[in-house]
């Protein structure tokens, strides 16, 4: 077995989470980075190391539909806008209620009104 259980709690992370929601996204950078998870492209993403968002959410699963929206958002801030919106349509396949979720960021607002110019 190479994986360790236990019931203390990884201080190190929660401080990270916590940094992240008191705006501090460069220290939650430097605390969520080796994680490699989706709080740690979040931060990435917050701090907007968006290449290296991009990164992490490639590691990840593209089953989840918050990563695909967080893939989507990503890519939209890179410019990558077809990409964006397959893995917009993709969140929303997993989860609907992401179309209401993408009113309220800007990223992905532009990127539906953009495509439903076309």
Known sequence: KDTGHTTEL?????AGGQARKDLDYKKAVG???PYGDYN???A???ADYNHSAL???DSLNDTDAKVCY???MVLS???QMEEAMKYFELALAYDPYLEHRANLDPEMHYL???YKQL
């Open 112 to 114: 539906i009104n953009k």
């Open 55 to 57: 990164s992490v959410l």
């Open 77 to 79: 801030r890179l410019g």
């Open 44 to 46: 990435f993403m917050s």
């Open 70 to 72: 967080l893939k989507a």
């Open 31 to 33: 605390l969520l980075r």
């Open 10 to 14: 990884d201080t190190v992370y929660r």
């Open 40 to 42: 740690s492209a979040l």
